[in-house]
């Protein structure tokens, strides 16, 4: 059979199976979800051993540091993801949920209810916790999902779900409710995003290489997650004990993360007083600099920034600086550049702050407080499947709303037109 | 300058016209829309003189006479655009409406506001109305706009967006926040609908042509509308006072919209009683009627439906017609056929309502009544961009919210992470 019938098969499976999670009660959801918890738990010994195989095979590959790293189960990782299924298990069911009800002059009643989008297809890199994650997410609001993982967890992937599926079917879910792409071939990608009709969403969650290539082939609806180059402005009516611990740690606390602070803004006025104090802060914390001709003539320690720079997402201890005439000037920059995720004022001028946030575009704008907060958990969703950056459906963190679509019920008795 | 470059110069004006729409007030907005009446108005002859060239060229073209009509400007249409232009200015401000806030026990306070898009990029097909109404929601929900209408409509648009943009920035809406595309290529579909950075939405209106061209070459997100293959399914407790007049008017009233019913469903319990009686009304219409099986064995004055028929948009006096054997058939049929548009079931059995509605995968789904109130006038939203048949964003009719998006804006004083 041809990779993309193998594929479509696959998806009409989990079509099929979409149609009767929308009829399966909360009950039964949250019952599946504590019996995967214990499910991994109990098979952990097996999972650990087959993840070693996917580990042994990255090595022999060559692979980077960090990539074996985020491969890498243990059990206290596995500990993690039952954790992860029983807070699951725990929100709020997000389905049936009413939001909007009009009685029409004509007597129509219409209410507007949440529902599943049926099919959601998750596209994924080396991570197996995701594989965990998404399929909870998943089934607790009431989707099948197509999970496509990175090639290199391709062995624990499926051990894990061949478990969550018995666990899950054990308690009435339907088994292709959780369909795993064991293809490894990267046309996959490509097929699976133009599954029109047979997957309703394809969420993306890995590096800009992954978002272009879903982007650019998908004719299947797409979110776009991650990818953050978050700016912090400090202005002039800065408090400094506020701006030194806050833009400090939004790039040394996590440097890898998207809403790791990739650009640093100082209003020209302040620059002479701030910038060496944060430059030896920075330095002192293993950061690289690099600065456009004013900041470095302040602290020439500065490498010099281009104009490649102002668009990088480092994803590492480095920090593009750069000294702005005007709160009008930083605005520009963050909107010419950002990649609409996260930016920061840090001012004690309430005008510049409101100004700052209107006209700002993106998903998060903070005053005073760091790009760091933007986080599904942070944000006391209590979940997240991913942080859109784009301005349909969802924007920010995505919680398990994010993963439901509405349907309008009308009902009359014999209006016509 | 190339096509490609031409388009995205147009799109960058409208990327810096709208971040300054971001701060316009709701009073200069809707002057900006009375402005807008007054001088389309003002200026209806010349606009009408204008109109019959496109016209006259169409009709040398040899367009169809329903293209000539959706074309033709008259006095009556030109006063009710205006009559669309007060009703957007009548409406309430979409914008800045907080939808959710909460204080986490770091002391962040996240609140939810909605904001615009920013450029929304419209395609459309020969109704030079659509302009009007487009660039009316688009002011109102603060966003600029990129129009792109057919070509046989090009001298229409371009003196109507002309007469628009002259009023609009003299009440201080910037010139760019209107751009009409002027360029007929075919191939400016393509280019606008991958201006990623510069367009943030694409929403095309119009066949099933464009609205594939569009999915299938965009990387800017796009909303999908319009096709409807719409079902009305007659229950074995069917009251055939609802269920007679409610499916020949879905039929008859408007066949040329996507609200309007293309396949009746039949239980096969009073199929035998209900059918003769429909097929006479629909024949005495003008409707042709197209069976399965059963149907023209009851029916033999039934032409033969074929696999074709189940999935056609006929927008027109044509109807498939199918019996079924049970509530659960009926529901399988609509959701392999259907474009998720809108479907209904004819019962007084409260129960087989209640499955119908959970289970039909659609946009809307009736009790009752006619699949025929689609739209956003109808649902009481007061305007209406389009009805969505994606999951993503908005569902259903489109009102002014659907051209709006949140943004996340979080207050702290020095919280790190």
């Known amino acids: 059979m041809l990779m993309k019938d193998f594929l479509a098969n696959q998806a009409r499976e989990a079509k099929d199976a979409a149609r009767i999670m929308a009829g399966v009660t909360t009950e039964m959801k949250n019952a599946a979800l504590m019996a995967m918890a214990d499910a991994i738990l109990a098979r952990q010994d097996e999972i650990i051993a087959v993840n070693a195989e996917d580990v042994k095979a990255a090595l022999e590959k060559g692979t980077r540091k960090n990539m074996i790293d985020r491969l890498t189960l243990n059990p206290a990782r596995i500990e993690s993801m039952a ?3 029983h807070q699951t298990a725990a929100l709020p069911d997000p389905i049936g949920h009413e939001d909007f009800h009009v009685t029409r002059p004509n007597g129509l009643k219409i209410r507007r209810v949440r529902v599943p989008f049926g099919v959601v297809g998750i596209i994924y890199e080396a991570r197996p916790n995701v594989t965990v994650d998404a399929v909870a997410l998943c089934i607790k609001s009431s989707n099948a999902c197509l999970l496509r993982g ?6 624990t992937n499926k051990v894990l779900t061949d478990i969550l599926i018995e666990a899950a079917t054990s308690k009435g879910i339907p088994e292709h409710a959780i369909e795993f792409v064991a293809i490894t071939d990267r046309d996959a990608v490509v097929a699976m995003c133009r599954l029109r009709k047979l997957v ?7 590096g800009a290489g992954l978002i272009t290539r879903v982007v650019e082939h998908a004719t299947v609806p797409v979110i776009e997650t991650g990818t953050g180059v978050c700016h912090i402005y400090v202005d002039k009516a800065a408090n400094f004990d506020i701006a030194l ?3 400090l740690t939004a790039k040394i606390s996590r440097p890898s993360v998207c809403n790791a602070m990739e650009t640093l803004l100082v209003h020209k006025d302040i620059a002479a007083d701030f910038l060496p104090k944060i430059s030896k802060l920075m330095i002192e914390n293993k950061v690289e600099l690099r600065g456009d001709e004013l900041s470095r003539k302040i602290c020439p320690e500065m490498e010099i920034a281009t104009e490649e720079d102002w668009a990088t997402e480092y994803s590492d201890l480095i920090l593009s600086v750069k000294v702005v005439n005007s709160l009008e000037d930083a605005i520009a920059h963050i909107n010419k550049y ?4 996260s930016d920061a004022i840090i001012t004690d001028d309430k005008d510049a702050a409101e100004k700052f946030q209107k006209l700002v575009d993106a998903a998060a704008v903070y005053v005073n407080t760091s790009t760091r907060f933007t986080d599904g958990f942070e944000f006391g969703f209590g979940a997240e499947i991913g942080i859109s950056t784009q301005k349909l459906h969802a924007r920010g963190p995505m919680g398990l709303e ?3 679509t509405m349907k309008y ?9």
């Open 402 to 404: 994010a993963l439901t």
């Open 409 to 417: 019920l009308v009902e009359g008795y014999g209006q016509t037109r």
């Open 83 to 85: 954790e992860g299924l």
């Open 245 to 247: 611990p806050v833009t």
């Open 150 to 155: 990175g090639s290199e967890a391709i062995r």
């Open 200 to 206: 309703d969403v394809i969420i993306p969650r890995g």
């Open 338 to 341: 950002n990649t609409e995720h």
